[in-house]
């Protein structure tokens, strides 16, 4: 859907090997021919200078999306149809957001690189929140791949609160503030308490690094590091990210730790106190933890 490229800049940008093509497996293909199979388009390696902490490195970005033609709409029509709606949220990111990766190093020949695969989070990322802890993991990893010399960072923008866009998210924010875990208020709204697909997040990997390669994955999540072991990724060490903690966070990251994150009990200990989740006539089943 958003692949579209005026013809001429997209001949030019082919022939200099800027835009290519992932197939299913994520190797790389060619676009036409009879057995060609583009599943992902993507662009770059394009020079990204970030501020790390106090130092300047530069990262190479690369961003993808779903390739989307009709025949594979139609498919994605019936797979809705047989999976049902529990899918539904993960099919619609999937081909609706435009993803990236962020190479530091080396990492197509690092031995056993960090990765960190990054879910989308405009309040933590960008905005700076304290309600969780995105933004200082994402800082916190980018600063260990630097120390570490090679890495990389995979940002999956369709990911947005476990995958049910901002709007949804915003939603769960007010259930959330008349007592509800971040859990369950997905699933007051109905919605799936995480509908996230890594899928195509190892297939990048496998292209930068080749099939069965093996990272050390920066994450406090074990559902990441299953998804990329079922891709075919191995995942020789899975180092937590515990950065952010506070006040305004504690029982949001209680609750994942709860749903069997890797998070230290005594680091949600001896927080600032936040004021209490008030409730709201938005919540007739509100709990406290
Ligand atoms: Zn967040």
Redesign the pocket.
Known sequence: MFAYIDPAVKRELLIKKKLFYLDVEGRPCTSAGPRAAPFLSMVGPIALPLQVGRIERTFQWYAWVRNSDLTRIERIVDEIRESGPQKLFSMLSSFMAVNSALLYGDFARAKQPLVRVHSC?L???VFG?MR???GPQFQAATRRIVRAGAGAIVYMAGHEGRGIGLWAKAITYLLQDAGHDTYQANERLGLPADSRDFSDAARVINYFRGPGSRVRLLANNPLKRQALEAAGIVVVEQVPVVAGISGYNARYLQAKRRHGHLIDAEALKHQPRQAGPRRSRLSGRARSD
């Open positions: 989070c309040t933590g990322d929140s969780c802890d995105c």
